[in-house]
């Protein structure tokens, strides 16, 4: 789904959408990012958590 690109790493985004669909469904939430429920494209019964990360929120010390 589009709207949960991470435009910071648009190739790791890209890479997850393939693998994944990601769903409109808050799981949780934290300081750097939000938690949303994800299937598996290869199989739907298949469910996953996916973070999705607020990069800007990130200062190198975190990082390290």
Known sequence: N???AIHVIPSATQEVL???NVQN???GSGA???VYLATSKHNER???AVK???FNKLTPSLIT
């Open 32 to 34: 750097f990012g939000k």
């Open 25 to 27: 469904q808050l799981l």
């Open 2 to 4: 589009e709207s949960f």
């Open 46 to 48: 298949a469910k996953y």
């Open 18 to 20: 393939k693998l994944y």
């Open 52 to 54: 999705i990360m607020n």
